[in-house]
């Protein structure tokens, strides 16, 4: 079993749809949650930071962790063609320069 | 204002050739980071440095090496390269590891193994 799922995709939705991203992790001492954005030929950028259960928002992204289910999710609310990229969640123990662990990533396309 | 800079942006190599990857970053983070991505794997750690002269094992280190001489500068070497070494290589760094530093990731060299 990974330590991180992410559904892969690819993902349509049509310009001013809410999206929602999701990862699933097994182990439960996971603390620090993040996305990424990664646009195509570039690395990955960091989006939202979240420590434990609650919630996050950025302007149109909120950035959600439940640690009962071991879920995190993103949501982008009214998207953009700018917002077609790949998103990443990674995730780690504690503090740590080899204890990132990343999602495969789940491919979105935003319909103009 | 550069972030994290990664040369060459494409390669092609054969069997058994070697190459160096280069990395270079201005930003004066302690922490650096190698990590390939491959299709539907995600991004596997290679290996890391947490200051000059420090370097560490990551996940799938076999068949690479790096060295940090100065806080900028962070080389992945390929050594006999294997087509199991096709793949996206993303150098990345941050200040720390604490729960608010994000990495600044390179844009990545893809490279092609024959």
């Known amino acids: 079993q990974k330590e991180v799922e992410q559904d892969p995709g690819p993902l349509s939705v049509p310009e001013g749809a809410i999206v929602s991203l999701n990862c699933t992790y097994s182990?439960?001492?996971?603390?620090?949650f993040m996305w990424y954005r990664q646009y195509s030929r570039k690395g990955p950028e960091l989006l939202m930071y979240t420590y434990s259960s609650g919630n996050k928002e950025d302007g149109r992204f909120t950035a959600q962790v439940d640690k009962s289910s071991k879920y995190i999710s993103l949501f982008i609310r009214d998207s953009q063609p700018s917002d077609s990229a790949t998103y990443l969640c990674a995730m780690r123990i504690q503090t740590g320069a080899n204890n990132l662990f990343f999602g495969t990533g789940t491919r979105l396309t935003v319909i103009p | 204002n550069a972030g994290v800079t990664q040369t060459p942006k494409f390669r092609i190599l054969k069997i058994g050739q070697s190459m160096t990857l280069q990395c270079t970053q201005d930003?004066?983070?302690?922490?650096m980071y190698w990590y390939r991505q491959d299709p539907g794997m995600g991004l596997k750690l290679i290996y890391y440095s947490v200051g000059a002269g420090i370097t560490d094992k990551g996940e799938v280190p076999n068949g690479y090496n790096v060295s940090r001489s100065t806080t900028e500068d962070f080389p992945l070497r390929l050594e006999l390269a294997a087509p199991s070494q096709t793949s996206v290589y993303f150098c990345?760094?941050?200040w720390g590891t604490g729960r608010s530093y994000g990495y600044t990731f390179g844009s990545g060299t893809r490279l092609t193994v024959v």
């Open positions: 182990n439960s001492a996971f603390q620090y």
């Open positions: 990345a760094s941050s």
């Open positions: 930003m004066n983070h302690n922490y």
